[in-house]
């Protein structure tokens, strides 16, 4: 039996060790890449605020055009995609479905770029006010029925529109 012991605390011990350095690795590639955004803290002709959401491919920031101060939002592919042409392929036809599109119900687009410091393509598109939906509806929340039907009739305008121009989603 104590060889077994030993063995398994052996075991045990490579893995925590394993562990570690992955984690210090993860982190430092995560936290790196990030850095090159938060350095930057300029995309062309926009001074980004702050990082507003992030989902599977891309990432959301409040920023500001830097002539005017107008509001905007900055979408940008994530680091681990910028290289990936189905991703960067994907997001410019979004970029030009937007740039076709004008409702009330979608947001409007203005510029489509790959910053040249970080390498990352990037859209500049309308800052929409208020909460997120997400926050509307959380987990424990409830749409209200009159919330519903607004935002319901508001979307179904809004995907109307799209396919009025043959943007099937």
């Known amino acids: 039996y104590p060889l077994r ?13 394993f562990t570690i350095i992955t984690c210090a ?14 350095e930057a803290r300029r995309l062309g002709q926009y001074t980004l605020e702050k990082k507003l959401g992030e989902g599977g491919m891309g ?4 920023a500001h055009e830097a002539e ?15 290289g990936n042409t189905s991703v ?9 479905m937007l740039n076709r599109l004008h409702h009330e119900a979608i947001v ?3 510029v489509f ?4 410091v970080i390498g990352r393509p990037y859209m500049a598109m309308e800052f929409a006010q208020g909460p997120a939906l997400g926050e509307r509806m959380g987990p424990g929340k409830k749409l209200g029925d ?24």
């Open 5 to 17: 012991r030993q063995r398994q605390m052996c075991i045990r011990d490579r893995m925590w060790v």
């Open 25 to 38: 690795i993860i982190s430092r590639v995560i936290y790196g890449l990030r850095a090159e955004v938060r």
């Open 59 to 62: 990432e959301v920031y409040a």
């Open 68 to 82: 005017s101060g107008d509001a905007i939002a900055i979408k940008m592919v994530l680091p681990e995609h910028s």
């Open 88 to 96: 960067v392929n994907m997001f410019r036809r979004e970029a030009g």
């Open 108 to 110: 409007r687009y203005s």
């Open 113 to 116: 770029a790959v910053d040249p």
């Open 146 to 169: 009159e919330d519903f039907d607004l935002l319901r009739d508001r979307i179904g305008r809004g995907l109307a529109a799209a396919h009025d121009i043959g943007i099937c989603l």
